[in-house]
């Protein structure tokens, strides 16, 4: 029998009958990729807009992403407010992620984005709190770019505000999302494409955007390596006795240049990521 023939009778369902069971079964194993390479644990998440509907986006519900198996373990959101599409009735099980706001605002601030993935990643956090800019050190980091932007919440707290740092309402996410423009785009809101592909998020995280799925989710693990190799560097400079500023991370044009390689790398790594998710038994997908 095949997927679709099983899926049971809520309106997310009836569409993915209709087209939308692959789209969504990579949402799954993006979800198990970015577990397996430790990017998420318990909590940690990636989006996808609708293809088929603009005006919403899909993400997890409640489960951690290494347990997200089913239709049942997602929900659809609209993007203009990041309200639940699906009435509450038909996923009684799930709790939505305060932080889906993340994944809203940037949505409905650059409509040429298709994929948000959000992150906590220890590796990256130092960047966030530290005066140590986040440089990209290697070709496959070279969407990092010249310059990534820290976003500090404290900057947009309210006085009655509960300040747990979470992205937890369209206020904070709309403030996220701009963090992704340059000052000067910030002014019109014009530009449909982010200036930044990356964002840290003090005492947080980091988010980061894609034109696909895999694209988000090959910048969120290479984001993680690069903080890694970053660090090593700066510890290994910092033994010699040697300044960190003699580092040569890649120049604005060299970082500029990979990013087209970049773009070629995640279709050549997004295969070997699904074997090894689908190798491991912890991972299941019942759309595949």
Request: hydrophobic content about 40%; proline content about 7%; aromatic content about 10%.
């Amino acid at each position: 029998m095949s997927p679709d023939s099983e899926l049971p009778s809520t309106p997310i369902a009836r569409m993915v009958a209709v087209n939308l069971t692959q789209f969504l079964s990579t949402l799954i194993t993006a979800n198990h990729i970015l577990d397996y390479n430790q990017i998420v644990d318990g909590l940690g998440h990636v989006s996808v807009r609708n293809p088929n509907n603009n005006a919403t986006f899909f993400m997890t519900g409640d489960p951690p992403p290494a347990l997200v198996q089913s239709l049942a373990d997602l929900n659809e959101y609209y993007i203009s407010d990041g309200s639940a599409v699906t009435p509450s009735a038909d996923h009684a099980a799930q709790s939505p992620y305060s932080e889906r706001f993340i994944h809203q605002g940037i949505l409905k601030r650059y409509p040429s984005q298709i994929s948000v993935v959000h992150s906590h990643d220890l590796k990256v956090i130092p960047f966030g709190i530290s005066e140590v800019p986040f440089k990209p050190t290697y070709h496959m980091a070279g969407f990092v770019g010249e310059e990534v932007p820290v976003f500090d919440i404290a900057n947009y707290y309210l006085p009655n505000d509960t300040q747990n740092m979470l992205i937890s309402s369209t206020r904070f996410g709309d403030a996220l999302a701009d963090t992704f423009s340059t000052l000067a785009n910030n002014v019109t809101k014009n530009n449909t494409e982010p200036d930044y592909t990356l964002v840290l998020q003090r005492g947080h995280g980091f988010a980061t955007v894609g034109t696909s799925i895999e694209e988000s989710v090959y910048r969120a693990v290479y984001t993680a390596w690069n903080a890694e190799t970053q660090a090593s560097a700066l510890e290994i400079q910092n033994a010699y006795g040697a300044s960190a500023e003699t580092l040569k991370y890649l120049t604005p044009r060299e970082a500029a240049d990979c990013v087209p390689m970049n773009q070629g790398s995640y279709t050549k790594a997004w295969p070997l990521w699904q074997a090894q998710v689908e190798a491991d038994p912890l991972y299941k997908n019942d759309l595949i």
